[in-house]
């Protein structure tokens, strides 16, 4: 079984349900960015023991959350060392917009990724684009790059679509399986 951690900053609690829900399909370890932008104790070890790394981030203002991005600028003592070299990566955000500039943050993420040597990973689902389709569906908002929820702006982490949720498990589930087969 391949060790994942999901590492992901969380401003007001949706993105941290989000991150949940990709740990629970991944059988992962959860390390939460603080509000100041910092890993907790042992945060930095226990990324560099993992197989796979899913980051994750609400989209703020069109990109990642500062908090996110001073942990992402942090890593390049990591990347000067190339410790991440080879790792499975991936990634998801949360924001109040149905498309909220979503893509610029996975395209962030996937960029640090790069950054790293790292090796991503996508969505792997298929899109809820018919007209039959409801708002709860597995990959209603159709992403193929990385995990992406919508959380309406008056409502709290327990109003998120279950859909978007499930989509999250299934998303940690699947980084899982591919970091399974790089890690034997």
């Known amino acids: 079984m391949p060790k994942v951690v999901v590492v992901y900053h969380s401003g007001y609690g949706h993105t941290q349900r989000m991150a949940q829900s990709v740990a629970s399909g991944a059988d992962a370890q959860l390390v939460a960015i603080d509000a100041e932008g910092n890993l907790p104790e042992g945060g930095w070890d226990t990324l560099a023991e993992a197989d796979a790394i899913i980051f994750g981030s609400p989209t703020y203002m069109g990109s990642m959350s500062w908090q996110f991005k001073k942990f992402a600028d942090a890593s390049s003592k990591v990347w000067f060392a190339q410790g991440w070299k080879d790792k499975v990566a991936a990634g998801f955000t949360n ?23 790292m090796i991503w990973v996508s969505q792997g689902l298929m899109p809820a684009n018919t007209k039959s389709a409801k708002r709860d569906d597995v990959n ?16 709290g982490a327990k109003d998120m679509s279950a859909g978007d949720l499930e989509t999250a498990r299934l998303f940690g589930k699947r980084v899982a399986q591919v970091a399974g087969k790089f890690s034997r």
Do not use: E
């Open 140 to 155: 209603y908002l159709v992403s193929y790059s990385g995990a992406i929820a919508q959380s309406p702006s008056d409502g």
């Open 95 to 117: 924001s109040a917009g149905m498309n909220g500039d979503k893509l610029s943050t996975l395209n962030a993420m996937f960029a640090l990724a790069m950054q790293h040597s």
